[in-house]
């Protein structure tokens, strides 16, 4: 009899972890958590890494200690990838194929295999493939430390270090999802070997911090965004204090203090309703009476005030006093009174709280985005919970720690007979995308939601992207990070609220095999797509659902909307990013934790492509904005009795983990010096510094300030070449963009051998040239990532699908007389 266990979606998997550190752990542990059987590999001795967090990593999987640099080492590993589906690591280049387990090696073993490769700089990449990529010195080169957000350029600070492990996040992510998408095609085309470059990923993940847009109109501009240009222009220095920021804050995206001194934060712009409410939910109606509202797609020309509610930012004449009236209503009630009204209301906002506050939030555990897991040395310890997961999986939310894998259970496994080729002996390698021909429906908005459409459009995915006739989203957050959000989509408007604009949607679903969405259970189950009507519609199609607060479990806050910023603010990040709860501020870098959950998504729906193919059920996928801001926490997402302080690196004025980890000037600007392992032996090998391997924390750090500035930073980069330890120079994200850029008019665009590629589109639907992160995070052998076309004016393909769907020129015509259906939203592609 089978048990529960072999029946969860990816428990007929069996993966080799030879991961370290983050990133390959991570990905090990999102496939363990839908229930592959994942074996780490660890050298003599154990891991490398003794810490809670790589114990938390290792949750679901089974260890097994293999000295691959011997002969017995070399057959045991060998007897076990015939016998796998899955091998990953995270080594440099190179290491795989001194221990004899490169990819030729690994398919000539087994035919089938699918090997995952995370190194921190492209393989192919001759200046960058070689260096010591520790997360610190990836997030350095690739532009993280710099500029890092509007607060810290005004306050001027820079550079500023952050410990979250964002590159780490998002290779895992791109990782798990190419894994999970490369098995749909294994039975046709064989095994595979991908490579994610995590330097890749990074820029992908911050790709909104990256883009540019040619003549960007004034309109589009935050107020912080306006006071830096008017410092440049007028040669003023940017040296505001943190109390100073206050004028430039929105007042529907700001934190306000609460009666009990906690930080509240709003998030309620852009969404035509969500100010609105935020100010009945205040008791503040009467300030509705003279704030203008009106058509937010008008060029602004053709506006009859300054400002409109509906569009971010509130005008600069009313910011303050709205601001104010919000505040002191803020203090008439505690956050916790605060969290419970809005959250009622789906006014979306939450309190500000830490880290060890959210591992120990009753949401949180309720709804298992915080898991207990009992662990032999430490007790039980409340950990991270699941990144991606599926909604009807019954051990979602049941883990146990890491143990070794018993001698009997090896021979049981080595006597297996080894996997089978699933495809004909003459293989027709992939001609053709992972999800080539797989029919996706776009019902998201915002950035996550749509971030899962246009990641899986790089695979092959044909996707149909449905938008009100009426918008509900400002351009700013429509148009502008829709260039990037919406690539490779059609775009058709439809009135969901009128019969003919529910059928045609009707039609769109009879038709697709995967619905996404962004939006809690109530709202998913108010548009007719529950667990049990997607059964009685097709038992085969899969809905991809993510939201804010949303887990495994329930919680009381499940139902709550929410937005990556306050996912920020309810996980921890803005109270360390901003150094305490009195002086929170967002994650630097817009869309941190929105691209990381459509990736996440994205995983979630291979995780239910993978059990589609083998028990032919479908059903919904799920992940969280909650989720994924654990997920770039995960170094210090865990909490248990006598746990050690929580005192990473926080606040603005942090340059780094310690002296052996940190920013530092040099005589020709600022780099990053790594060296975490070897500690001080990595200065005793240098003869410049070896005279300070013996010098206190504090004195090194003073003595290696002074030594570093003495020379450039190419100097010290050739001092470390070829060691474990690693200097570099501190890039910026758009400087790292405009040297990777190649323009669309100018013909093929390479993505597969740099680390960095961007391109100007400079052939767009929208008359401007545009520059976006190409999609070059996931890099297969064989199959083809396509370059997604541009994101559609909205409302552009309406005709053409309903064509599709059978509907005649003439219908079509009718349903947009009726309102039914709609063209566009505005005139120009992006309002002016």
């Known amino acids: 009899m089978s048990s529960s266990r072999d029946q969860r979606p990816l428990s007929h998997l069996r993966v080799l972890d030879l991961g370290h550190y983050l990133a390959g752990p991570m990905v090990g542990l999102m496939l363990a958590d839908m229930g592959a059987k994942v074996i780490r590999i660890d050298p003599p001795g154990g891991p490398k890494w003794q810490d809670p967090a790589f114990d938390m990593l290792s949750r679901g999987k089974r260890a097994l200690e293999i000295d691959l640099k011997s002969d017995a080492g070399q ?5 076990l990838v015939r016998r796998s589906d899955v091998v990953i690591d995270n080594f ?6 001194r221990l004899g387990l490169d990819p030729s090696t690994l398919q000539h073993l087994n035919p089938d295999i699918i090997s995952l490769s995370l190194p921190g700089f492209a393989s192919t990449d001759e200046d960058l493939r070689d260096i010591a990529a520790w997360e610190a010195i990836i997030a350095a080169r690739t532009g993280q430390f710099t500029d890092m957000g509007l607060n810290r350029r005004l306050m001027g600070i820079n550079p500023s270090f952050t410990p979250l492990g964002l590159a780490s996040a998002y290779g895992a992510a791109f990782g798990a999802m190419s894994v999970l998408f490369a098995l749909q095609s294994r039975q046709h085309s064989g095994g595979e070997h991908i490579e994610v470059p995590l330097a890749s990923a990074l820029l992908e993940g911050l790709v909104y911090n990256c883009e540019q847009i040619e003549d960007y109109p004034d309109r589009y501009k935050s107020p912080r965004e306006v006071e830096l240009e008017r410092r440049q222009a007028m040669g003023l220095d940017n040296n505001l204090s943190f109390a100073e920021l206050s004028e430039f804050l929105d007042p529907f995206y700001r934190t306000y203090k609460c009666a009990d001194g906690r930080g509240f934060y709003v998030v309620a712009c852009s969404i035509v309703t969500h100010p609105r409410r935020v100010l009945k939910v205040l008791g503040l109606e009467s300030l509705l009476e003279d704030l203008p509202d009106f058509d937010a797609y008008l060029d602004s020309s053709d506006w009859p005030a300054p400002w409109a509610l509906r569009n971010y930012p509130v005008g600069e004449a009313d910011r303050q006093r709205v601001s104010e009236a919000m505040q002191a209503a803020f203090l008439t009630r505690s956050s916790t009174e605060w969290e419970e009204i809005f959250g009622a209301a789906k006014a979306p906002a939450t309190a500000q709280r830490s880290t060890q506050e959210w591992l120990n939030d009753p949401h949180a555990l309720a709804s298992g985005l915080v898991l207990e897991v009992l662990d032999n040395a430490r007790g039980t310890v409340r950990q991270m919970g699941n990144l991606a997961w599926l909604q009807d999986d019954p051990g979602a939310a049941d883990k146990q720690a890491c143990t070794a894998l018993a001698p009997p259970e090896l021979d049981a496994i080595l006597a297996e007979q080894p996997r089978q080729s699933s495809h004909s002996a003459v293989k027709e390698k992939h001609q053709t995308g992972w999800l080539e021909g797989l029919k996706v429906l776009d019902l998201t908005n915002v950035i996550a939601g749509p971030t899962i459409g246009s990641t899986l459009a790089r695979f092959g995915a044909e996707v149909t992207l449905v938008q009100p006739t009426q918008p509900s989203v400002d351009p700013w957050n429509a148009v502008v990070f829709g260039l990037h959000a919406q690539r490779g989509k059609q775009s058709v408007l439809l009135n ?3 019969p003919d604009g529910k059928e045609a949607l009707n039609r769109l679903v009879a038709q697709s095999d995967v619905i996404t969405m962004n939006g809690t259970d109530e709202q998913r189950d108010a548009l007719g797509l529950s667990a049990t009507r997607l059964k009685e519609i097709n038992p085969r199609l899969i809905l991809v659902q993510l939201d804010a607060f949303g887990g495994p479990l329930d919680g009381p806050k499940s139902q709550h909307l929410g937005y990556d910023d306050l996912a920020q603010a309810a996980t921890g990040v803005m109270v360390r990013f901003g150094g305490g709860p009195d002086t929170p501020e967002e994650h630097a870098h817009f869309g941190t934790i929105d691209a990381l959950t459509g990736y996440n998504a994205c995983v979630a729906l291979g995780g239910a492509l993978e059990r589609l193919r083998v028990h032919g059920v479908g059903g919904i996928a799920r992940a969280s904005l909650a989720a994924a801001g654990g997920m770039i926490q995960a170094q210090f997402m865990y909490d248990f009795a006598n746990r050690p ?12 983990w310690d002296a052996l980890y940190r920013c530092y000037e040099a005589a020709d600007g600022w780099m990053f010096f790594a060296a975490p392992t070897h500690r001080g032996a990595a200065l005793a090998e240098v003869d410049e510094l070896k005279d300070l391997s013996s010098l206190e924390t504090t004195a090194l750090t003073d003595a290696l300030a002074a030594r570093f500035a003495q020379q450039t930073t190419a100097h010290w980069q ?5 060691t474990s330890n690693a200097v570099v120079g501190l890039g910026s994200l758009h400087q790292t963009r405009d040297d990777a850029l190649q323009r669309e008019s100018e013909g093929a665009i390479d993505i597969a051998k740099a680390t960095f590629r961007a391109i100007r589109h400079d052939q767009h639907p929208m008359g401007r040239w545009v520059d976006l992160v190409a999609p070059n995070a996931v890099r297969p052998q064989f199959s083809p990532i396509k370059i997604p ?5 909205y409302g552009a393909d309406t005709r053409h699908v309903l064509a599709q769907l059978g509907y005649s020129s003439t ?3 009718a349903l947009i007389h009726q309102g039914a259906a709609a063209e566009s939203w505005s005139d120009k592609y992006l309002p002016e």
């Open 75 to 79: 057959r045991q590993i060998a007897e």
């Open 92 to 97: 440099r280049p190179g290491v795989m194929h």
């Open 496 to 498: 969901l609220g009128s």
């Open 645 to 656: 302080p929580f005192d990473e690196p926080s606040g603005r004025e942090v340059l780094g």
């Open 718 to 722: 050739h001092v470390f070449n070829g």
């Open 789 to 793: 076309g541009p994101a559609p004016k």
């Open 811 to 813: 219908d079509v015509d």
